[in-house]
């Protein structure tokens, strides 16, 4: 029965990595539009990487530019070239997957900022996660638990619970996991990582009262998936609990990770959104287009 089910998952990862080598890679890539005025600015990179612009700090979260991530092409293209950012003051990971901790994106941002500015930006991971990212070139790591937050002028940085797993091989459970909420000023915005529906969705409302919901809708089938990610219909409970003002869509249509079909789960969103009444909170964003809040 064993040899039975491995050779069942085998043939359906076979299939994955097959179709995506096959599709023609799509999307366009703009330049970022710099924010001003204290104003908060949200570009959509791709998967669940974004650049955001907040308290006149430059960050990235979560950053993937990979053409390939390990056997499975990229569909869609990054929204944004490295070149074309600005330096950054931080760089922030929501756990090991390499689908979210690229090390070689990580390095070229850091590498990027220090050609332009003589510094290289701090990046902030879960901990036990500062082994895999300290000989990249930041200036400085900075590792949190769960509900530790990291403070810079007007810029808070909170580290929040996730129902996920955090290993980078096949054994090393030790590291930690999660999303973000980012505070400053008027401005709040969650970043959830990797995560399925879990009854800490709640609680981050509740605590940090996010006002923009980054929320993963992507990689959902087969239904064990939802066991560590939100399906659609998933994210909009999740946004529902946490009382956000805006979900934006991420995780989704750059690499073909599960079996649903790559436009489904922006249909499902749209679907499950105007079912619940909060079609109008929904904010997909095209890759490389700057949004300001």
Do not use: C
Request: avoid cysteine; proline fraction near 6%; aromatic fraction near 8%.
């Amino acid at each position: 029965m064993l040899n039975i089910t491995i050779r069942r998952k085998a043939k359906q990862f076979s299939k994955l990595v097959r179709h995506s080598a096959l599709t023609p890679l799509t999307g366009e890539v703009r330049r970022p539009v710099l924010a001003s005025n204290g104003d908060l600015g949200l570009t959509f990179i791709g998967h669940s990487s974004f650049f955001l612009q907040m308290a006149g700090k430059n960050i990235v979260i979560d950053p993937n530019f990979a053409r390939w991530l390990v056997v499975l092409k990229r569909q869609r293209r990054p929204g944004v070239r490295i070149k074309d950012l600005p330096p950054l003051d931080y760089v922030l990971v929501t756990h090991a997957h390499m689908d979210h901790l690229h090390k070689p994106s990580l390095r070229a941002l850091a590498r990027m900022t220090r050609r332009k500015t003589g510094r290289a930006p701090k990046i902030i991971v879960p901990h036990n996660v500062r082994d895999l990212v300290f000989a990249l070139g930041y200036e400085e790591v900075i590792e949190l638990e769960w509900w530790q937050a990291h403070r810079d002028g007007k810029l808070s940085v909170t580290h929040t619970p996730a129902r996920h797993w955090g290993a980078r091989m096949i054994r090393d459970y030790h590291r930690g996991y999660g999303g973000y909420v980012l505070r400053a000023g008027g401005h709040s915005l969650y970043h959830a990582g990797d995560t399925a529906y879990f009854e800490g969705f709640r609680e981050i409302g509740e605590r940090l009262r996010p006002e923009i919901a980054l929320l993963p809708i992507g990689a959902y089938d087969p239904p064990s998936f939802r066991n560590v990610h939100t399906s659609p219909e998933d994210a909009v409970r999740a946004f529902l609990d946490m009382g956000a003002a805006k979900l934006v869509p991420m995780h989704y249509g750059s690499f073909r990770l599960s079996h649903e079909p790559m436009d489904e789960p922006l249909r499902l969103l749209a679907k499950e959104s105007s079912a619940q009444g909060v079609a109008e909170k929904v904010v997909v964003m095209e890759e490389g287009v700057t949004r300001f809040f």
